[in-house]
Nanobody, 116 residues
Framework: QVQLVESGGGLVQPGGSLRLSCAAS????????TGWYRQVPGKQREFVAT???????SYVDSVKGRFTISRDNAKNTMYLQMNSLKPEDTAVYSC??????????WGQGTQVTVSS
């Protein structure tokens, strides 16, 4: 069973930065794709960013130029660096991983609140 554990969420003022981490119980490179989603209560979960095993990266338009997804295989960890945060970035952020067999794995989520 794969475990994903997020950390790094919190309260930050508009314009500030946070770095989310997602620690996996096995090599990040063993997954077909890993990434981040976010969800606001009452709304559908929204794709934020993904990175494939080959290194291809995608972002939702609203975070392009502000967020950066990366990974460190030595630490079995994926990151989401979030800069120039806006109130509309407030959400629960969850990391996910999809195995080559098609199985999906999710972390428990971490709250990010952007407010003055």
């Amino acid at each position: 069973q794969v475990q994903l554990v997020e950390s790094g969420g919190g309260l930050v003022q508009p314009g500030g930065s946070l770095r989310l981490s997602c620690a996996a119980s096995r090599s990040i490179f063993s997954f077909y794709v890993t990434g981040w989603y976010r969800q606001v209560p009452g709304k559908q979960r929204e794709f934020v960013a993904t990175i494939t095993s080959s290194g291809s990266i995608s972002y939702v338009d609203s975070v392009k130029g502000r967020f950066t997804i990366s990974r460190d295989n030595a630490k079995n960890t994926m990151y989401l660096q979030m800069n120039s945060l806006k109130p509309e970035d407030t959400a629960v952020y969850s990391c996910f991983a999809k195995g080559h067999s098609g199985s999906d794995f999710w972390g428990q989520g971490t709250q990010v609140t952007v407010s003055s």
